[in-house]
């Protein structure tokens, strides 16, 4: 369900990758997503309380990352909630914080087709293979809820044929 | 600051036992030399976002990829090389260099291992590492510090005492000699190609160095991210494991960052006399044609 076509994602993560792309200077970079990572905030009490269900928890993840979906009220689309219990954790905090300005109430066909490579689109080629499968998780795991709802909804597969058909 | 500070705020090094317990300082030596022009302290990680997001107030940043590594060959930098580093961060002969960083010193071991390839031994190893000093609740800045450009000539790059190359290591082998494999059991099994965790990749085959012996790094240090006394070390690598001081052991992982971990070990804090590091390690051995494994 990944796909490497830009038109099929968020609006807004293709935004955070033109502003990246744009960021050649590594320091630069590096800054930005710092910003991100200290404008992360964790999942709200109203939706989870530590100590976390291990059904929430990022398979492989350094940082001890935990990801909530839950549905939104205007259908279609998910609400999306991130904690990171390792404080040193700021690429998790900063992909959280991409995720869930991007995804959260995008449509889930959106959501659905983020591609599997994203985060070397955000960190670049200096990801470790380890925060590498931490970040994929993440992503994962924001995807498969879109990805589930839109194999079940006719709706959404319409919306998904009229952008891929135009 | 007076000299007897100094030594008090190394005394918990000092107790530990170590042959050369030079090569290390406590957190609190580090606090109190912030403002030293004789040291300079440098951080080390493997997370690029690590440093720029808060480190040790003055500590420079160099990076295993960007400062150490030939951008084009897998080999490390030459004298050049070095040598514009070291006036980029300040950096004299006689300058202390105090290495510290993220995962345990990883790769703060790493680096004061290639820096010793140059010869620069007036270098140290911050005990327990940027997890320490964070759980002190010590302070951090984001303010990348400037140094006045320095003069430094460095001697041509010196790998025979503390690198093996693999005709070392196969050599090594066929003699019978001693070999620590430092990485999980798992991958010294032949089970995985890479830590529990990560993905398989970067061998073509699974398994170890014949002969060796697999001790992985963790094994050296506390929760807290500091080394362990000798005591304890010598019960790990001597007493359950059989090395000896004064024989010739090669240690590898997987790219040689966590075997220059237990290099640091071996040699410094257990007074090993020839103890090389393997960096071409698994990576290279597990894909090089002709060369025997074991599982």
Redesign the interface.
């Known amino acids: 369900m990944a796909s490497e076509n830009p038109a099929l994602w968020p609006p807004k993560l293709r935004e955070y990758l033109e502003t990246l792309e744009w960021l050649q200077d590594?320091?630069e970079r590096?800054?930005f997503?710092?910003e991100l990572?200290d404008a992360f905030r964790p999942v709200p009490p109203e939706i989870a309380t530590p100590p976390y269900p291990k059904s929430n928890l990022v398979p492989?993840c350094?940082s001890q990352a935990y990801v909530w979906a839950v549905e939104a009220p205007e259908g279609h689309a998910f609400r999306y909630y991130f904690a990171v219990e390792n404080?040193?954790g700021?690429?998790a905090m900063?992909m959280a914080k991409i995720l869930d300005d991007a995804c959260s109430g995008a449509p889930a066909w959106q959501v659905a087709h983020l591609p599997d490579d994203l985060p070397q689109r955000i960190?670049g080629s200096?990801l470790?293979?380890?925060?590498?499968?931490g970040l994929e998780g993440m992503v994962a795991m924001v995807r498969e809820p879109a990805r589930q709802h839109l194999a079940a909804c006719p709706v959404c597969q319409q919306a998904l044929a009229e952008v891929q058909n135009a | 600051m007076t000299q007897r500070t100094v030594e008090k705020s190394l005394e918990p090094i000092l107790a530990k036992g170590y042959a050369h317990p030079e090569v290390l300082v406590t957190t609190e030596w580090v606090a109190e030399h912030l403002d030293d022009p004789n040291v300079r302290i440098i951080e080390s990680n493997?997370?690029?976002?690590?440093y720029?997001?808060g480190h040790i107030p003055g500590a420079v940043e160099v990076d295993w990829?960007r400062d150490l590594n030939h951008p084009i060959i897998r080999d490390y930098l030459d004298r050049e090389a070095f040598e514009r580093l070291m006036r980029r961060i300040g950096v004299t002969p006689e300058t202390t260099v105090v290495f510290y960083g993220?995962k345990n010193n990883w790769w703060a071991t790493y680096a004061f291992w290639v820096f010793q390839l140059f010869g620069h031994t007036n270098a140290k190893i911050m005990d327990g590492g940027?997890q320490k000093w964070?759980a002190e609740g010590r302070p951090l800045t984001?303010e990348v510090p400037k140094y006045p450009p320095t003069e430094y000539r460095a001697p041509e790059r010196n790998d025979r005492p503390i690198r093996a190359f693999r005709d070392d290591v196969l050599a090594h082998v066929r003699a019978g000699k001693r070999l620590v494999d430092v990485r999980s059991p798992e991958e010294y099994r032949g089970e995985r190609l890479?830590?529990p965790?990560?993905?398989n990749?970067?061998a073509l085959r699974g398994g170890h160095i014949p002969g060796a012996v697999n001790i992985p790094w963790s094994r050296a240090v506390n929760e807290d991210g500091t080394f362990k006394p000798a005591e304890e070390l010598r019960a790990i690598y001597l007493q359950e494991a059989g090395l000896r001081p004064d024989e010739d052991v090669i240690v590898y992982c997987r790219i040689g960052e966590r075997s220059s971990h237990t290099w640091f070990v071996l040699k410094y804090l257990l007074g090993f006399e020839n103890v090389r590091n393997y960096d071409g390690s698994w990576t290279e051995w597990g894909n090089l044609v002709g060369v025997p494994i074991e599982r």
């Open positions: 590594p320091q590096y800054a997503l710092i990572a492989h350094e404080p040193q700021l690429s900063a960190f200096r470790s293979m380890g925060r590498t499968m | 493997e997370d690029p976002l690590v720029p997001s990829v993220d940027r964070i984001r890479h830590m965790g990560y993905p990749e970067g």
